[in-house]
């Protein structure tokens, strides 16, 4: 009789061990699968940069992860000044935080005095002076509803 309960609980197990090999893979396709892997619920705050052109202030708002600046139809923020390169810089939003950019320009960009010759991070109300031109970045805080999505 035990060459009996041995074989049955050899099978028992053996069922056991298949079910929880096949939950643990299961849940783990669940996991990968899900958006929350994939990063497509982390919000991404708004960015504002204003200028002001003679005596009117110019504001635009920008809810992608970058934006080209310069006096070029293709930037996403046109500067028309003489002093401002086609190409002159970007502001793109990487690990977590937005950076600002020169991308080589001719008259060159600054930060607090200090000129812009790598990716720096940029934070709400700073100024930058692209050539004679300045602009500032205004960064929408995320609403906390959209933080615990």
Same mark, same amino acid.
């Given at each position: 009789?035990?060459? /009996?309960?041995?074989?049955?609980?050899?099978?028992?197990?053996?069922?056991?061990?298949?079910?929880?090999?096949?939950?643990?893979?299961?849940?783990?396709?669940?996991?990968?699968?899900?958006?929350?892997?994939?990063?497509?619920?982390? *919000?991404? *705050?708004?960015? @504002?940069?204003? @200028? /002001?052109?003679? &005596? =009117?202030?110019? /504001?635009?708002?920008? /809810?992608?992860? =970058?934006?080209?600046?310069?006096?070029?139809?293709?930037?996403?923020?046109?500067? &028309?000044?003489?002093?401002?390169?086609?190409?002159?810089?970007?502001?793109?939003?990487?690990?977590?935080?937005?950076?600002? =950019?020169?991308?080589?320009?001719?008259?060159?960009?600054?930060?607090?005095?200090?000129?812009?010759?790598? *990716?720096?991070?940029?934070?709400?109300?700073?100024?930058?002076?692209?050539?004679?031109?300045?602009?500032?970045?205004?960064?929408? *805080?995320?609403?906390?509803? &959209?933080?615990?999505?």
């Amino acid at each position: 009789m035990s060459a /009996a309960v041995g074989l049955i609980l050899r099978i028992a197990f053996l069922v056991f061990l298949y079910a929880f090999l096949g939950t643990a893979i299961w849940m783990l396709w669940r996991s990968v699968v899900s958006k929350q892997v994939h990063g497509g619920n982390i *919000p991404i *705050p708004g960015v @504002t940069l204003s @200028t /002001a052109i003679g &005596e =009117e202030m110019i /504001a635009q708002s920008f /809810a992608g992860t =970058e934006v080209l600046i310069g006096r070029s139809l293709d930037c996403d923020f046109i500067m &028309e000044d003489a002093t401002v390169s086609s190409r002159h810089a970007r502001l793109f939003y990487q690990l977590n935080q937005w950076w600002f =950019e020169d991308l080589k320009s001719t008259n060159g960009s600054y930060l607090d005095g200090i000129r812009v010759e790598e *990716p720096i991070v940029v934070k709400d109300n700073d100024e930058i002076f692209c050539g004679d031109a300045v602009f500032r970045i205004t960064i929408k *805080p995320i609403e906390q509803e &959209e933080r615990r999505k």
